[in-house]
Nanobody
Framework: QVQLVESGGGSVQAGGSLRLSCVASGIIFSQYCMGWFRQAPGKEREVVAAILSNGDFAYGGDSLKGRFTLSQDNAKKTLYLQMNSLKPEDTAMYFC????????????????????WGQGTQVTVSS
């Protein structure tokens, strides 16, 4: 059974930092595509960052580049999201997602075509 458990959320002031973690179980981590998404109240879920098919990292928008950093530890089966210079508009529930690589090795990338989702961790940024 695939499980994704997020942690590291919290309340911070604008300009602060948080590091989110997503621990996966029930999968061979290196054979899965992983990503972070977020959903603010009243808004649609949007991609934050994801691992591409070639192993590179991609980010959901220019506003995230330079502030958010994706990383992974295959041995710990953990995906991280380092968030710096946080802004009030970053306030959202953050979700980890996973999907097995296709037979050709491809990943959903920045799309939302993931099969497994965690319960989320709340990030609140105050001005």
């Amino acid at each position: 059974q695939v499980q994704l458990v997020e942690s590291g959320g919290g309340s911070v002031q604008a300009g602060g930092s948080l590091r989110l973690s997503c621990v996966a179980s029930g999968i061979i981590f290196s054979q899965y595509c992983m990503g972070w998404f977020r959903q603010a109240p009243g808004k649609e879920r949007e991609v934050v960052a994801a691992i591409l098919s070639n192993g590179d990292f991609a980010y959901g928008g220019d506003s995230l580049k330079g502030r958010f950093t994706l990383s992974q530890d295959n041995a710990k089966k953990t995906l991280y999201l380092q968030m710096n210079s946080l802004k009030p508009e970053d306030t959202a529930m953050y979700f980890c997602a996973a999907r097995a690589r296709s037979s050709g090795g491809s990943c959903p990338g920045l799309s939302q075509n993931y099969h497994y989702w965690g319960q989320g961790t709340q990030v609140t940024v105050s001005s």
